[in-house]
């Protein structure tokens, strides 16, 4: 499977919120996730992690993507109620797998009480 089908196919399996023990055919066991929110350094505690907080009423919408031959780069507009933020998800891979995953966004869109106001 090509690097940026896999890639989809994780942000199709993390936001649906289904059974995200489907990761772990797309994730190595020892991936490594960092996230301004989060680290994991193994696939294991990372989708326990989304089994005890799964994600609701999440969405997202591909803005670009980018690919090289070991990583695919995903730009993207992340909404839930109350709070909308583009966001940067690096994904590398090994062996056909995804490896480590690199999460970049502004964490004042989660911690604020802003909704989707416009700048005056």
Request: hydrophobic share 40%.
């Given at each position: 499977m090509k690097a940026t089908n896999i890639a989809l196919k994780y942000m199709e399996i993390f936001f649906s919120g289904i059974n995200p023990e489907r990761?772990?055919?797309?994730?190595?066991?020892?991936?490594?996730?960092v996230?301004?929110?989060?680290?994991?350094?193994?696939?294991?505690?990372y989708?326990?992690?989304l089994l005890a907080d799964p994600p609701v009423n999440c969405k997202y919408k591909i803005?670009?993507?980018?690919?090289?031959?070991?990583?695919?780069?995903?730009i993207?507009?992340?909404?839930?109620p109350a709070v909308r933020t583009m966001m940067s998800q690096m994904f590398e891979f090994r062996n056909n797998?995804?490896?480590?995953?690199?999460?970049?966004?502004?964490?004042?869109?989660?911690?604020?009480?802003?909704?989707?106001?416009?700048?005056?």
């Open positions: 990761l772990f055919e797309i994730l190595t066991e020892d991936l490594i996730f996230g301004p929110f989060y680290r994991f350094n193994s696939s294991v505690d989708v326990n992690s803005i670009k993507i980018f690919e090289n031959e070991s990583m695919v780069n995903l993207y507009e992340f909404s839930k797998k995804i490896n480590k995953i690199t999460l970049i966004f502004d964490t004042a869109a989660m911690t604020d009480n802003k909704k989707d106001e416009p700048d005056v």
